[in-house]
């Protein structure tokens, strides 16, 4: 009995990890979306005709580059493509 009660404690208290987990994905989807409805506002911005040809769309909202005689960058975003039978 003693095990099955620390098994459902530790479930309980690993449960607000993954919620934790689930809002920060949300949170750079929202990100994402709110960059990629800016760029399309922009006048110049990406050629309707080119969008509409896209398979996939890539939003990186930020970007940290780093350089100190070799250099890298991070960033993450997120990826759609239109795959299947109706996309």
């Not at 990406?46 to 040809?53: C, E, R, S, V």
Request: proline letters at 5%; aromatic letters at 8%.
């Amino acid at each position: 009995m003693r095990k099955v009660s620390v098994f459902v404690i530790a479930t309980f208290l690993a449960c607000p990890i993954f919620a934790a987990n689930e809002t920060r994905e949300q949170k750079r989807l929202d990100t994402c979306a709110q960059v990629f409805g800016e760029i399309l506002d922009i006048p110049d911005g990406i050629p309707k005709d080119l969008l509409n040809q896209a398979e996939c769309v890539i939003v990186i909202p930020t970007v940290l580059k780093f350089a100190i005689g070799i250099g890298g960058d991070f960033g993450r975003g997120a990826i759609t493509c239109r795959t299947g039978e109706h996309f």
